[in-house]
């Protein structure tokens, strides 16, 4: 295993995969308290022009959060995570989750994150800071 | 339809305590182990401070952007004060057409009054011109 504290500038992180279903997506509506019918009703997503049902991008964002929070572990804890959403996310879309160092100082390790769909399109990007202990 | 005249509302500060069950069913939600730990993005499910006039399930509104920033994590059993505030209001135009984009923040406080966290939400609404 390596430590957290060994990690240099540029280095990859370690990567997650994920595929929502419209279980998770309800049961994740559920949870939030997020019920916005653009992840809850095809009949309704495609009305608003979006294609059909998608993710919510929060859930989404946790996803990203649980890659850094894997790779982190009791080492530190993610301080900031700020992104954008680029694409929407749909039902059994298969969603690769990387990043990469950008910098570091002191105990704050910078990171550059993204996800992308099977068709190697990015769906999120983002900056992360990770307070080391 | 939002306009610029919501810049600057906000909602009332809403007191909560974080609990157990509901830190347990978001982690089951998002697919992760439970260990007690309360998630980054358990700030994106505190949607109970309304802001008079403002719906954030209007037809199509989907998430842009999102910036999550803690002072200190937070705890099952911490009690918080938030408060919800519209900073911005705009129009973008792209290939796709026409949107208007809503700033959202939500900035937590312990009952100190410390800031424990600050949350940016960016939300984007189709606007429909003449005639669509």
Not at chain 2, 62 to 82: A, C, F, M, N
Not at chain 2, 84 to 98: A, C, H
């Amino acid at each position: 295993m390596k430590w957290l504290s060994n990690y240099q500038v540029s280095e990859r992180l370690p990567i997650r995969e994920w595929i929502p279903s419209q279980v998770q997506i309800r049961q994740y509506a559920e949870a939030s308290g997020d019920f916005n019918p653009i992840h809850l009703d095809d009949n309704y997503a495609r009305q608003v022009g979006l294609g059909g049902m998608i993710a919510h991008g929060m859930l989404t964002m946790a996803q990203m959060t649980a890659m850094l929070t894997e790779w982190i572990g009791k080492e530190g804890r993610v301080s900031k995570l700020d992104v954008r959403f680029v694409q929407v996310v749909r039902p059994g879309d298969k969603i690769t989750f990387c990043g990469s160092i950008r910098d570091r100082s002191g105990n704050i390790i910078v990171c550059d994150v993204e996800a992308c769909n099977d068709q190697k399109e990015k769906v999120l990007v983002g900056l992360a800071h990770i307070i080391r202990k | 339809m939002i306009g610029k005249e919501f810049i600057g509302r906000e909602s009332e500060s809403v007191v909560l305590k974080i609990k157990l069950e509901e830190v347990r069913r978001l982690a089951e939600a998002i697919g992760i182990p439970f260990n007690g730990e309360v998630p980054l993005t358990y700030v994106g499910t505190l949607l109970q401070a309304n802001i008079s006039g403002f719906e954030l399930t209007n037809s199509g509104v989907i998430h842009g952007e999102q910036k999550i920033t803690y002072q200190r994590p937070l705890s099952v059993g911490d009690s918080l004060t938030y408060k919800r505030r519209i900073k911005d209001v705009y129009e973008l135009t792209s290939k796709s057409g026409k949107k208007r984009l809503v700033v959202l923040d939500t900035t937590g406080y312990d009952l100190a009054g410390e800031l424990v966290f600050f949350s940016s939400s960016t939300l984007i609404t189709p606007v429909k011109e003449d005639g669509q």
